[in-house]
């Protein structure tokens, strides 16, 4: 079981501080690849390359992604102006 919690971007430019940015490059970085990563696996094919080490979320859920197991996947998802 792996539970990963991504949270944190949202706050950026009302905290300000360049650690905070720095962490939701990570996070964005780490979204982006995991959104590669299943597109790949969707297409399929024995000569597609995955890129499961181009970050660290997908090293860890490497288990979950690629071999027989069952994922989901649960956004909580605002439409305040705060956080547009």
């Known amino acids: 079981l792996s ?3 991504l949270a944190g971007s949202e ?4 905290l300000g501080g360049r650690a905070r940015l720095t962490e939701g490059c990570y996070i964005n970085k780490s979204l982006l690849t995991l959104g590669i990563i299943i597109r790949k ?12 080490r181009d ?8 288990p979950a992604l690629g071999g027989n197991a069952k994922a989901a996947v649960i956004c909580c998802l605002t439409p305040a102006a705060d956080f547009v």
């Not at 706050?11 to 009302?14: C, I, Q, T």
């Not at 970050?55 to 490497?62: A, D, F, Y």
């Open 3 to 5: 539970l990963v919690d």
């Open 55 to 62: 970050s660290r979320l997908t090293r860890l859920l490497t």
């Open 11 to 14: 706050r950026a430019k009302r």
């Open 41 to 52: 696996l969707a297409e399929g094919g024995d000569r597609t390359h995955v890129p499961y």
